[in-house]
T-cell receptor
């Protein structure tokens, strides 16, 4: 069953603006990850945040995690045209172990206009 | 060097045919996966293998048969292709059961 749901489905902004995408999930997790997918390409890992972490930064990316609300947000600051892509959150089930699998949401399509 | 490579990148075939997609990773990872991405970009896991052993089989029709000859390779064979099999199939690998996934570029399958 689908675990993560991103919101909004699509987001269009101007270069230089910030972009915020949200992800909600249903069951307890060990960690939550964000991936980027450029059109016609494979997914690329951006950042992983563990269930005991609340915030994490990587360059222009900032991820927050609220386990009480079962939600996460990805903020991209000072966006560039090259940030245009689909962004997916992915969660693993807290049971983990050899049944480890990432369950992906449907993604947010971000368009950054020059 | 490409970390996770899949072939072919594009596959167009008729209903009822059998086809295979191959995947290789040079990252030294123990675990490999097949994911299917539909036309709405929904990505769903199909199989995972750890050290050549099938770990996850997500209620995939038995027309789909994965094979892992060694831990660096995971192939996907599909029998009797149906229109609904049209999708992009992604191979991925990870080092552990908790880490990030490294994806291939995908194999776009079109069944006519």
């Amino acid at each position: 069953s689908q675990q993560g749901e991103e919101d909004p489905q699509a987001l269009s902004i101007q270069e230089g603006e910030n972009a915020t995408m949200n992800c909600s999930y249903k069951t307890s997790i060990n960690n939550l990850q964000w991936y980027r997918q450029n059109s016609g390409r494979g997914l690329v890992h951006l950042i992983l945040i563990r269930s005991n972490e609340r915030e994490k930064h990587s360059g222009r990316l900032r991820v927050t995690l609220d386990t009480s609300k079962k939600s996460s947000s990805l903020l991209i600051t000072a966006s560039r045209a090259a940030d245009t892509a689909s962004y997916f959150c992915a969660t693993d089930a807290a049971s983990g172990g050899s049944n480890y699998k990432l369950t992906f949401g449907k993604g947010t399509l971000l368009t950054v206009n020059p | 060097d490409t970390a996770v490579s899949q072939t072919p990148k594009y596959l167009v075939t008729q209903m009822g045919n059998d086809k295979s997609i191959k995947c290789e990773q040079n990252l030294g990872h123990d675990t490999m996966y097949w994911y299917k991405q539909d036309s709405k970009k929904f990505l769903k896991i199909m199989f995972s293998y750890n050290n050549k052993e099938l770990i996850i089989n997500e209620t995939v029709p038995n027309r789909f048969s994965p094979k892992s000859p060694d831990k660096a390779h995971l192939n996907l064979h599909i029998n009797s292709l149906e229109l609904g099999d049209s999708a992009v199939y992604f191979c991925a690998s990870s080092h552990t059961f908790t880490g990030e996934l490294f994806f291939g570029e995908g194999s776009r399958l079109t069944v006519l």
